[in-house]
């Protein structure tokens, strides 16, 4: 590891970290200012967390933990490198207090999993009240990314099973999802990363903005979630197009649209052109109310798919156009084909059965990490909450 121009990597001084170059120099409190945390008595090393906390967490609190060397490098390669693979981390010659500083990384991420390290589980907690749900998964999510960094995530082996079991995507907004499907993914629990997944295609538009305030994220999923979206608003909206150019050249083609039976008494062109005129302007009427007229590009509607589904739905009704004073059965004209016509709505894009299909590279992490937490499709998760399932942290 590479130290700066002048400076020693043996410097006391000298704050340098297995972080990106524009990272690892960074302002730390004096080891005075931080708290204490002692997860080891006998420990050797101090670890000093002064980074920030993330967005939904409260500020950080600066400690140094004192820790023992050898635990860390048998839980985690990193450490393993940084601190026994001749780093400037790795401990000197010179007697000095052996401190190495972790500036990007937060207290309230980084003591579970150090006390899950040296396998002191005076602080597992049962979640309790009703903010359980939203406090459990912040939490976790935090810590699976730390155990992710530090290449631990085995640690959670014991745990694993037991917390899936109480996290659950329904009722979950845009970003708790996302949220859910990197923890899913990084636990190796396949079945409810496609859930997960599913629901994020389906059921919540693409908002455009940055995701950064809840990444990592799962390598692509974003990016295969606004493309299967693109995809179904594409196939969903194409029978309006379609129905409108057929309605606007009406005049020249009655008939088209209107399906009425032709009746002695009843000028039959006539007839048809007056129930598409009729047509045309109701479904010009119920697109302008949802905000679809005129029909914008695809990639300008900013609707799930779910929700653009049952507005094609809604315009599939049956168009009584004999109740607005024309004669005849109109009781098979509509503003579009109904939406259980999968041909030409295509129902099979966006209808319940709908399942996201992982890469190839996604199925072959989540085996990897399976088989490190010890995660099967028996025991990813069922929904049901425990009052035995028990966490590193506080949960409130």
């Known amino acids: 590891m590479t130290t700066p121009a002048g400076q020693r990597a043996d410097d006391p001084s000298t704050e340098v970290t297995l972080l990106p170059p524009a990272l690892r120099f960074k302002t730390v409190p004096p080891a005075a200012a931080l708290s204490t945390c002692v997860v080891d008595p006998r420990g050797d090393l101090w670890l000093h967390t002064t980074g920030s906390a993330g967005i939904l967490e409260p500020p950080n609190v600066p400690t140094k933990f004192r820790v023992c060397s050898r635990t860390m490098a048998?839980?985690?390669?990193?450490?393993?490198?940084?601190?026994?693979?001749?780093?400037?981390e790795s401990k000197t010659e010179n007697g000095a207090e052996w401190v190495v500083q972790l500036p990007d990384d937060a207290t309230i991420t980084m003591q579970p999993l150090f006390e899950l390290m040296h396998s002191k589980f005076d602080s597992l907690e049962?979640?309790?009240?009703?903010?359980?749900?939203?406090?459990?998964?912040?939490?976790?999510?935090?810590?699976?990314?730390?155990?992710d960094k530090y290449d631990c995530i085995s640690l959670l082996k014991p745990f694993a099973a037991?917390?899936?079991?109480?996290?659950?995507?329904?009722?979950?907004?845009?970003?708790?999802?996302?949220?859910?499907?990197?923890?899913?993914?990084?636990?190796?629990?396949?079945?409810?990363?496609?859930?997960?997944?599913?629901?994020?295609?389906?059921?919540?538009?693409?908002?455009?903005?940055?995701?950064?305030?809840?990444?990592p994220l799962p390598p692509n999923l974003r990016e295969n979630v606004a493309r299967i979206q693109a995809s179904m608003i594409a196939?969903?909206?194409?029978?309006?197009?379609?129905?409108l150019d057929?309605?606007?050249?009406?005049?020249?083609?009655?008939?088209?649209?209107?399906?009425a039976k032709k009746q002695k008494t009843v000028d039959q062109a006539h007839m048809q052109k007056e129930c598409e005129d009729r047509i045309l302007g109701q479904l010009i009427r119920d697109l302008f109310t949802?905000?679809?007229?005129p029909i914008p590009d695809t990639a300008q509607i900013k609707s799930s798919p779910s929700a653009l589904a049952k507005v094609v739905a809604d315009l599939g009704v049956v168009i009584a156009a004999g109740l607005f004073g024309s004669a005849g059965n109109h009781a098979r004209c509509r503003e579009i084909p109904a939406w259980t016509d999968a041909t030409t709505t295509g129902t099979e894009v966006y209808s319940l059965s709908y399942s996201y299909t992982p890469?190839?590279?996604?199925?072959?992490?989540?085996?990897?990490?399976?088989?490190?937490t010890g995660m099967t499709s028996l025991n990813c998760g069922n929904g049901q909450a425990s009052a035995q399932v028990l966490f590193p942290f506080k949960v409130l």
């Open 235 to 243: 196939v969903l909206i194409a029978p309006v197009r379609e129905r």
């Open 74 to 88: 048998r839980s985690s390669r990193v450490f393993e490198k940084m601190l026994f693979g001749g780093f400037a």
């Open 126 to 147: 049962r979640p309790a009240g009703e903010r359980s749900q939203s406090d459990l998964l912040d939490k976790l999510h935090s810590l699976i990314v730390a155990a």
């Open 246 to 259: 057929l309605l606007v050249k009406g005049g020249s083609t009655p008939g088209a649209v209107c399906k």
């Open 290 to 293: 949802h905000k679809l007229w």
């Open 359 to 372: 890469s190839s590279e996604e199925i072959a992490h989540m085996n990897r990490q399976a088989m490190l």
């Open 162 to 215: 037991q917390w899936v079991k109480v996290l659950t995507v329904e009722h979950s907004n845009e970003w708790r999802l996302y949220r859910l499907a990197w923890i899913f993914y990084q636990l190796g629990c396949s079945d409810s990363y496609i859930e997960a997944a599913t629901r994020l295609v389906v059921h919540y538009p693409s908002s455009g903005s940055s995701c950064y305030w809840y990444r």
